[in-house]
């Protein structure tokens, strides 16, 4: 790896060299450069991005204790995050929420789902640009089209009930209600990552959802933020502070 990454600058050659290190390396350390080293190259092809989401999730569930730093999972997300703005929003990676909320990524490592929502959220918040702007369209069932003109139309294909939003939401409260589930006082530990992220990830939802699927009692998002209030104001807790929305 090194030895490519002295010897040239082609930011091809220098992914083909660091995809295969995500399942070799056993160093979180090692891991966490690799994505970061990623991230930072210019220009990347498609096939290589494929094969870097396939070798991540393979590694994330089989060989859980290389991954289990925080700092590397939230970079997993970051990762994975700014994959979707680039993949998703042109049609190259059309499963992406679908393949982020799989059922063995679900039970083996849910925090991944919420780390890559809460990354997406934070960009969304920070930088308006078209590209987010038409993520948000197709979360929320919005079909973008342009004619020749170059004029844009956005109309609604999918009610807001049937929408990727709304199976996120779901999907956000249901990790959400099992980390709170059984909990008399405060959240113990190891559900306590699960409860902030998952409010944190419904914090950046709020904003630009469709206010129903917030106030559907289906859901239950607005009782399971209660929920989380009354929980986290036992002690000086981070899950309280995520759930003031």
Known sequence: LLNHWISTTDPQVLADALIPVVRSSKKDVVLFFVLTAFLKLRTTHLEQRQRLRQELFWSVLNEPACWSATFLRTKVGVLLASLIQLDYVAGDWPTAFEELQSIELLQGAPDILLRTLVALMDDFGHHETPDNAKIK????????????????????????????????????????????????????????????????????????????????????VIKLIFTALAKGSTTDSPMADAAVV
């Open 137 to 220: 369209d197709m979360i929320r069932g919005y079909a973008i089209t342009t004619d020749h003109n170059n004029v844009t139309t956005t109309t609604l294909i999918t009610p807001p009930a049937q929408s990727i939003s709304a199976q996120l939401i779901n999907t956000i409260s249901s990790l959400l209600l099992q980390s709170l589930e059984g909990c008399n006082g405060a959240v113990p530990p190891q559900h306590l990552q699960i409860s902030v992220l998952a409010l944190t990830a419904l914090k950046g939802f709020m904003a630009w959802i469709d206010l129903s699927l917030v106030l559907d009692e289906q859901l239950h």
